[in-house]
């Protein structure tokens, strides 16, 4: 089944440790994205990735890298430099150009920091 | 930039009763798409509807239907004979379809549907 796969599900960090996210996608779609869910703000966007070696900032970056090695690729890594990295992200892609339209999302990685 | 505001932070209705949550938007694009995203507690997101701005006619799926009102950027759903499965957050999202709708979508902050059996 086609579908996207974000791992851990839960991950547990104490501060001053980077910790990375899994996504993967098998949908053969080109865009993909990394949200943060917090209680009552909806979902923020880190990053976004058109193409392979290409990544955009999204409106909350600061404190977070990505990577786009392979199309169906895109690791998040929460970095020291977040200062309060605990929440919910998602990953999401989507097709590209006209045929754009929903994102279809993963299920979710949730991150406390200790 | 565009903002999407859902006023409703919580409703409540009654199993088998008729719900409207609101959302409007604010954009100076006139392409563009709108959805309607689903959060249950599995907290897995899940596509309900989507309207592309272009078409006048409001989009329907099942039980699911849509006021759209672009002069208004208004973009409303109506849940008709709600169940306990509905039960959930609702976001309200937009999409412009300039640059390919390159940075993804825009979201609401939500909407906490309460059924009440």
Known sequence: DGGITQSPKYLFRKEGQNVTLSCEQNLNHDAMYWYRQDPGQGLRLIYYSQIVNDFQKGDIAEGYSVSREKKESFPLTVTSAQKNPTAFYLCASSLRGRDTGELFFGEGSRLTVL | AQTVTQSQPEMSVQEAETVTLSCTYDTSESDYYLF??????????????????????????????????????????????????????????????????????????????????
């Open chain 2, 36 to 117: 309607w995203y689903k959060q249950p507690p599995s907290r897995q997101m899940i596509l309900v509807i989507r309207q592309e701005a272009y078409k006048q006619q409001n989009a329907t799926e099942n039980r699911f239907s849509v006021n759209f009102q672009k002069a208004a950027k208004s973009f409303s759903l109506k849940i008709s004979d709600s169940q306990l499965g509905d039960a959930a957050m609702y976001f309200c999202a937009y999409r412009p379809l300039s640059g390919g709708g390159a940075d993804g979508l825009t979201f609401g902050k939500g909407t906490h549907l309460i059924i009440q059996p």
